[in-house]
């Protein structure tokens, strides 16, 4: 069973061919990239083994890539204030996708583990739907983020104590959102001039010797640390570490993962692309690669000995992506927009004077 996540994704408004006039291609061509490298990332998951080079790209696209989409999706939290309109829409655009898909993942997974009696839990997030339960749980607080004074210290403060602490427990996978909350609120914190510095050129070319000078650290570090520090679901006892190494870790990761955010958001392109109009149904994507991912390995996908040589981690690459690319496409939102993305009109008194939608950028 996987033990991670990731990507980004956006439940947005409609599905149309091209993004909607007024909308930032930018975040789109964004939200686009990072759930292809979460598809990859899954995808490279039963590679690892005997492969150092697979592990490292592993290793270097998970510190980055869901940092990334919780970043965006604090950034388009900035609007929330705890009005009707906008909790409606926290209703129908997260709690009720969490239903339908933890109830999901458990029955496929009954199947796919072998283990029959699996209950269906809603406290406990299976496998890719913690992250809904976790920007729930984000987008609720934010307004006191708002509010308070040195909110992106306070938040680093409660992840390091996270970390101390291996009893939270599961419930809502509060762990892992502790840990990840400082990306949120910093996310709250930026403005659009911020993501104009990071895209200009100067930017650019320094990403490329960062990245590759990160990829050799991953490399190094293969045989040395586990990668479970990216996925700050444990404390740092759960890893098998002194108590104090999750007080040092936390920043350190915290500036890290920042500095390839950064890289890899000033390679996105700002203009309108083939890919623009994916980017606003990230969710899908998302949500969906998850029961190929864990069927893959059930179905013997990685049994032939050519899929673990080099030529074998291109092709699944390459499957990755366009699986991914093709669940984010209009037909498969207009498809299942029922579940993903509800009307719930009906089930909520109309106000005066409501606002739209809240975009929401999901994650891998």
Partial sequence: MSQHLQADVTPTEAAPPRPPKGRDAFFDNAKYAAIVLVAMGHAWEPLRDGSRFVTAMYMLVYAFHMPAFIIISGYFSRGFDGRPERLKRLVSGLVVPYVVFETAYTLFTRWTDQEPDRPVSLLDPLYLT????????????????????????????????ATLSPSIGSDLDLQRTLQFLPYFVLGLLLKPEHFRLVRRRAVRIAAVPVLAGAFVVAYWAVP?????????????????????????????????????????????????MWCTALGTGTLYGYLLHGFLAQGAKYWGWYDPAWIHRPLGAVAVTLVAAAVVTLLCTPPVRRALRFVVEPDLGWLFRREAGEAGRDRVAVPG
Avoid at 139 to 152: A, D, E, F, K, N
Avoid at 246 to 267: A, H
């Fill in 224 to 272: 040395r640390m586990t990668g479970g520090w990216f996925y700050h679901r444990d404390s740092a006892e759960q890893l098998g570490a002194p108590a104090w190494y999750g007080v040092v870790m936390t920043p350190v990761l915290f500036v890290c993962s920042l500095v390839l955010v950064v890289c890899f958001l000033s390679w996105v392109p700002g203009r309108r």
């Fill in 130 to 161: 913690w992250f809904l339960a976790a920007l729930f749980l984000w987008r609720l607080t934010t307004p006191l983020w708002q509010r308070v004074r040195m909110p992106l210290p306070l938040a680093l403060a409660l992840a390091m104590l």
